[in-house]
């Protein structure tokens, strides 16, 4: 079992840059591919981005390429995510989600979860 701690949510305006962290815990830290999800009012919680444990290749949700990096530090048990270029439509809950499977984009693929940082980007 594992427990995931987010932060660094906030107020920021459009444009402008957030660095969300979560930090990962438990008797077992290893093997776990993390991912970030996010979910914005009335909306299905949705995939942003993931990177498998053994720091390969990560995969973005097409809204955010180019603007988001994930990233993870194994020694410090926490993964990032660098979100610059920040959109009104940007604003939601983001959640760090791990699971020691393969990487995959489903809620459903994903046994533990943080309890949710709040972006809010506005215009």
């Known amino acids: 079992q594992v427990h995931l701690v987010e932060s660094g949510g906030g107020l920021v305006q459009a444009g402008g840059s957030l660095r969300l962290s979560c930090a990962y815990s438990g008797r077992t830290t290893s093997g776990y591919t993390m991912a970030w999800f996010r979910q914005a009012p009335g909306k299905e919680r949705a995939f942003v981005a993931g990177i498998p444990w053994g720091g390969g290749r990560p995969t973005y949700a097409d809204s955010v390429k180019g603007r988001f990096t994930i990233s993870r530090d194994n020694a410090k048990n926490t993964v990032y995510l660098q979100m610059n270029s920040l959109k009104p439509e940007d604003t939601a809950v983001y959640y760090c989600?791990?699971?020691?499977?393969?990487?995959?984009?489903?809620?459903?693929?994903?046994?533990?979860w943080g309890q949710g940082t709040q972006v809010t980007v506005s215009s």
């Open positions: 989600a791990a699971d020691r499977s393969l990487l995959r984009l489903h809620v459903v693929s994903y046994d533990y």
